[in-house]
């Protein structure tokens, strides 16, 4: 079928797009299926191009999602974090700056905070590099109207994006000590490896040991990841793979992902760390 290949020529860009918007794979997929039923009946020979369609679907689905998902993450046991997906370490082609660092957990993290609108905007604008024009076409706004959002949007992300830098060997050092402290329950050389003002985020979802809230501070964090690792780590295997396009920290029991675990630093120091242990968000990833 030709609406099908053509389909499929935009999956990964329409897949990047809700991921991003909605920070659940599940939910991303959900969105797609829903996406190509509109696309199939809509005569898509007919359209004067189909990507743009394409993304205004998949844009306004993700928008209906994310205001029901509100409530229902406002319920949710703990701190919410993001679905984690396998990625490749290499950037793609289309793989600009702003779109390697829109998918990591950090970063994932920080789109949580805007709104439904906020987000689409932000992402369509500065992460896939759509004009004002398109955005607002899109999302169904005035262009001066889109504007505004972004300003604002772009504002908030300013001030409270996570401090990213660093070579990756250096982010691959850090991640090994950071392995090494905690296995061993070394509290205060983790410390010296966290910034002061570290955040700490751990997503258990109500099914597995995790804090409720954000552990903030090198001396507290280290103390509580210590106590992590010593109450969940018992015959665990640990293992490091590419998620989120960062390498990641993954705690295995028997062949079942039990948590995984992702740092960013600013070259020197650990300043946040994102832990997920939700089992239902750890299932779409593979056995070693």
């Known amino acids: 079928m030709a609406e099908l290949d053509e389909f499929q020529t935009h999956r990964p860009a329409l897949f990047a797009v809700a991921y991003r918007m ?13 996406a190509w039923l509109r696309f199939s009946s809509a005569q898509p020979a007919a359209l004067r191009s189909p990507k743009s369609y394409l993304t205004t679907i998949v844009t306004r689905l993700c928008l209906d999602r994310l205001k029901s998902a509100r409530a229902t993450r406002e319920e949710y046991v703990g701190t919410w974090l993001p679905e984690p997906v396998a990625t490749d370490a290499r950037r793609g082609p289309e793989g600009s700056l702003a779109l390697a660092e829109s998918v990591t957990l950090a970063f994932m993290v920080l789109l949580e905070t805007l709104s439904p609108i906020e987000r689409a905007v932000f992402l ?48 691959a050092l850090l991640m090994d000590g950071f392995i090494q402290a905690c296995v061993a329950g070394d509290v205060e050389a983790l410390g010296r490896m966290l910034a002061a003002d570290v955040v700490c985020y751990t997503d258990g979802g109500g099914k597995a040991i995790a804090a409720t809230k954000p552990v903030r501070g090198a001396a507290d964090a280290a103390r509580f990841l210590t106590g992590l690792a010593r109450k969940g780590g018992g015959g665990a295997t640990f293992d490091r793979i590419v998620l989120n396009g960062e390498l990641t920290l993954v705690a ?37």
């Open 22 to 34: 909605l920070g659940s794979a599940t939910d991303a997929e959900d969105v797609l299926q829903d």
């Open 124 to 171: 369509l604008h500065d992460v896939f590099d759509y004009t004002h024009a398109e955005v607002a076409a899109i999302v169904q706004e005035q262009e001066a109207t889109v504007r505004q959002i972004l300003h604002r949007a772009k504002a908030h992300v300013v001030a409270r994006r996570p401090r990213f830098s660093g070579t990756r060997q250096q982010h």
């Open 252 to 288: 295995r029991v028997g062949t079942r992902v039990d948590t995984i675990v992702s740092i960013a630093t600013d070259g020197e120091h650990i300043t946040e760390i994102d832990i997920i242990r939700n089992p239902d968000k750890l299932a779409r990833l593979a056995p070693s």
